[in-house]
T-cell receptor, first 115, second 112 residues
Framework: AQSVTQPDIHITVSEGASLELRCNYS??????LFWYVQSPGQGLQLLLK??????LVQGIKGFEAEFKRSQSSFNLRKPSVHWSDAAEYFC?????????????FGAGTRLAVHP | NAGVTQTPKFRVLKTGQSMTLLCAQD?????MYWYRQDPGMGLRLIHY???????AKGEVPDGYNVSRLKKQNFLLGLESAAPSQTSVYFC???????????FGPGTRLTVL
């Protein structure tokens, strides 16, 4: 069955430090891959997506992610974290067969940023 | 251009009561979705629609019904609310099967 695993429930980094959030998926073929961010009390906003082509994807707010087929991973990175990056981050995989745009979401990683 | 809006933002129900959550989008999207978000579980798809007049079940459809009478609106109904339905509900829409889903701000529902 398709699944998404985000191994880290909480991560705390200092402002200015680099960040990597992990995402692993289970799927028979190459899926579409997404990272969303949710600020407190808000809906989800798309950071970036991978459909095909270059495996290093640039997104908004200085984020990037790298698709590694051999590791079934799509880790999110940022070279220098800002206090405003504190939020919850969700990795998602989809769509799947059946003709509809179904996404499977990971459980999320909550990021705290220390000044 | 408001994007995806949800009504209401908060609601408290007693067990057995009914209510309807309204989702509206002004982007002319064909696809609309209802998710619930629970701590430690990410978002789970309740129901979705691939166009006006169509609906289908997602991962966790039990206890919910939906309707898509107009392309821009997607309603989620709880006929007899249960405490297990306490959650944050998100509506989303997308243009096509492969495109980005746009999310509303959410509705926080508490069932006592």
């Amino acid at each position: 069955a398709q699944s998404v695993t985000q191994p880290d429930i909480h991560i705390t980094v200092s402002e200015g430090a680099s960040l990597e959030l992990r995402c692993n998926y289970s799927y028979g073929a190459t899926p579409y891959l997404f990272w969303y961010v949710q600020s407190p009390g808000q809906g989800l906003q798309l950071l970036l997506k991978y459909f095909s082509g270059d495996t290093l994807v640039q997104g908004i707010k200085g984020f990037e992610a790298e698709f590694k087929r051999s590791q079934s991973s799509f880790n999110l990175r940022k070279p220098s974290v800002h206090w405003s990056d504190a939020a919850e981050y969700f990795c998602a995989v989809g769509p799947f067969s059946g003709g509809y745009n179904k996404l499977i979401f990971g459980a999320g990683t909550r990021l705290a940023v220390h000044p | 251009n408001a994007g995806v809006t949800q009504t209401p933002k908060f609601r408290v129900l007693k067990t057995g009561q009914s209510m309807t959550l309204l989702c509206a989008q002004d982007m002319n999207h064909e696809y609309m979705y209802w998710y619930r978000q629970d701590p430690g579980m990410g978002l789970r798809l309740i129901h979705y629609s691939v166009g006006e007049g169509t609906t289908a079940k997602g991962e966790v459809p039990d206890g919910y019904n939906v309707s898509r009478l107009k392309k821009q609106n997607f309603l989620l109904g709880l006929e007899s609310a249960a405490p297990s339905q306490t959650s944050v509900y998100f509506c989303a829409s997308s243009y096509s099967m492969q495109s980005e889903q746009f999310f509303g701000p959410g509705t926080r529902l508490t069932v006592l």
